[in-house]
């Protein structure tokens, strides 16, 4: 081996020794499991007030939620009430097919349209557009009151 050889293998061992001791000096060190705690008195003092909290926190919150689903099922069957009508013919028809179907009623003609269900206003009227079939463009906008059967052109 001649001497170049040998000053580039020792310079290639002294990159990789400087590389190891920056490691060794800035890895992280594992937590010791036998390191006493100096702020405790007892062992189990802050692990009783954790399930003490737990538990209180759970009963109160198992009560809320009991109340919340509650009411939740309450507000649920009324919407489902109020959304579901069974007009004289005998089938079941929502809010939202009814404000179409009064919206087709006051448009006339079916023919090369189609109706929209927009949106729902702050007063529960429904919004209801009629678009064109071809272009899908709106040819008018219909406020509905189902509640009052009545569709005013917007």
Do not use: C, H
């Not at 594992?30 to 759970?58: K, P, R, V």
């Not at 009991?66 to 089938?91: C, F, L, W, Y």
């Not at 209801?128 to 509905?144: H, I, P, Q």
């Amino acid at each position: 081996m001649n001497k170049k050889g040998l000053i580039i293998i020792l310079i290639i061992i002294l990159v990789f020794a400087i590389i190891w001791v920056a490691y060794d000096m800035f890895k992280p060190e594992a937590a010791d499991a036998n390191a006493l705690s100096t702020n405790l008195t007892d062992e189990n003092t802050g692990l009783d007030n954790y399930i003490n909290d737990l538990l209180s926190n759970t009963v109160g919150n198992e009560i809320g939620d009991a109340i919340q689903n509650e009411t939740a099922k309450d507000n649920e069957s009324r919407e489902d009430e109020e959304k579901t009508e069974v007009p004289s013919n005998g089938s079941t028809t929502t809010r939202e097919e009814k404000a179409i179907e009064l919206t087709k009623k006051e448009w006339g003609s079916e023919d090369g349209v189609y109706f929209v269900n927009e949106s729902i206003d702050s007063q529960g009227r429904y919004i209801v557009s009629v678009r064109d079939k071809e272009t899908t463009g709106a040819l008018g906008y219909y406020v509905v009151d189902v509640d009052k059967q009545l569709v005013t052109k917007r």
